[in-house]
């Protein structure tokens, strides 16, 4: 509904802009007719005065507004520049408000038996802070019938032309692709929706289709590859078990056979890789991180004492999380083999669980990779010609997957941290 309120709310503020300006212009034209009303008045009020003096000479002193609000002075020619109809406002005591209240004065001039006379005329105002209080008063109730209006047509009116788009986004945001649930449009009668629907379940319907054959090709390249490598290796086991070839040939095949072993290893890895970054992995288990850490050392304990290194497994916290089992077993399996592979002889690898943490360290020089290289693929941190890159940054993708963060670290000690999310 994002679009929407904003789109109500700039239209709002439009709005109340140019209703704001039209009702400045609209009173500064009020006061212009009003004043044009007024002068009109005096006008023709003193006109119709001046036709009476010159009938009744009585009025000709007239030095006091009285009932007839008019006032006339003699006067002569040279104070009066051309004999022009002044109107100016000013304010007047009033009786019945006990208080000055603005007022319109004409001041002209007449001649009458060649003498000269000045008329003052005056006639009250409508009172300017009175009008602009009560347009102010009129535009805010007008505000707010805006505002109520808008609101209305953004709830009723915009929400159902817009509820086909919502839907859509709605059903884009559950879409997965390695699930075969294609997305189902709403029916609408507006045309550009319509294509909308039509472009958005063509597009994931290819990209679906796009994915199942990448992800066949995958397998099946994997499953081909592991055939003529598992044969190519029996064969040449079968070879030296005859003793059928001497020390140099028998050093060659060995080699041969430690590299289609390496092969195989790579062929696993970058299938698991791709399978994790294609996310076919969509079961999701409650795993206990302290009972797999535990079974996983237990596993790795003889291969440890083979290299002269003490596994210690400690645990200040309960930790469980959702994932899936056979991804978590390999996150940990691989921080853990990496730190017994790399850890210095005669010293620790520390397993230590922690409140939603698991750091894994062991003793070792300074690597020459950097903290934000060490995941890339097939990047190697040592010289043993068996790893084939990959363990960690198959760590890295599976820590990716979950939103856990997996941070590498050296001071005295290799750390490699997981962080797991709350949920």
């Known amino acids: 509904m994002k679009l929407l309120n904003h789109t109500s709310k700039y239209f709002a503020i439009l709005l109340i802009v140019l209703i ?26 003193m006109e119709l005065i001046v036709k ?3 009938k009744d000479s009585a009025i000709l002193h007239t030095n006091d507004f009285g009932i007839g609000n008019f006032t006339i002075t003699k006067t002569s020619l040279k104070h009066h520049h051309k004999l022009k109809d002044i109107y100016r406002d ?32 005056i006639t009250s105002m409508v009172e300017e802070d009175d009008q602009i209080e009560n347009l102010i008063t009129y535009l805010i109730w007008l505000y707010i019938v805006l505002v109520t209006s808008v609101i209305i047509l953004n709830n009723l009116v915009l929400k159902k032309v817009w509820s086909p788009f919502y839907s859509l986004v709605a059903r884009l945001k559950e879409f997965r692709i ?32 796009t994915y199942v054959a990448q992800k066949e090709f995958i397998e099946n390249a994997a499953h081909e590859l592991q055939t003529p490598l598992a044969i190519s290796i029996n064969k040449l086991e079968l070879l030296l078990e005859r003793n059928q070839i001497n020390d140099a040939q028998s050093q060659v095949v060995g080699a041969v056979l430690e590299n289609l072993g390496r092969l195989t290893r790579l062929n696993k890895s970058l299938l698991l890789l791709s399978k994790i970054d294609n996310k076919q992995y969509i079961g999701l288990d409650t795993v206990n991180f302290q009972v797999l850490a535990t079974e996983i050392s237990d596993n790795f304990e003889d291969f440890a004492k083979h290299q002269n290194i003490e596994l210690e497994l400690t645990s200040s916290a309960h930790l469980e999380f959702a994932i899936n089992t056979d991804l978590a077993r390999v996150l940990l399996t691989n921080l853990i083999k990496n730190a017994i592979i790399h850890g210095e002889r005669n010293n620790k690898v520390t397993i230590e669980i922690a409140d939603r943490t ?6 070792g020089s300074k690597v020459s990779l950097d903290a934000s290289s060490i995941f890339d693929r097939f990047k190697k941190s040592g010289s043993d010609q068996k790893s084939t890159g990959l363990g960690l940054s198959i760590s890295k993708a599976i820590a990716d997957k979950y939103g856990i963060r997996l941070v590498y670290s050296f001071s005295d000690r290799h750390v490699f941290s997981l962080y797991f999310p709350a949920h």
């Open 20 to 45: 704001s300006v039209w009702a400045v212009i609209f009173y500064f034209a009020m006061l212009d007719e009003v004043y044009d009303s007024l002068d009109d008045g005096l006008e023709n009020q």
């Open 90 to 121: 000013t304010l007047m005591y009033m009786q019945n408000e006990d208080d000055y209240e603005p007022v319109r004065i004409l001041e002209s001039v007449f001649e009458h038996k060649n003498s000269y006379y000045k008329i003052k005329l």
């Open 52 to 54: 009476e003096a010159k």
């Open 358 to 363: 698991i750091h894994i360290s062991n003793m």
């Open 178 to 209: 390695e699930k075969d649930e294609p997305i189902q449009a709403v029916p609408t009668n507006i045309d550009e929706f319509e294509l909308l629907n039509h472009s958005v379940e063509m597009l994931t319907k290819k990209s679906r289709e």
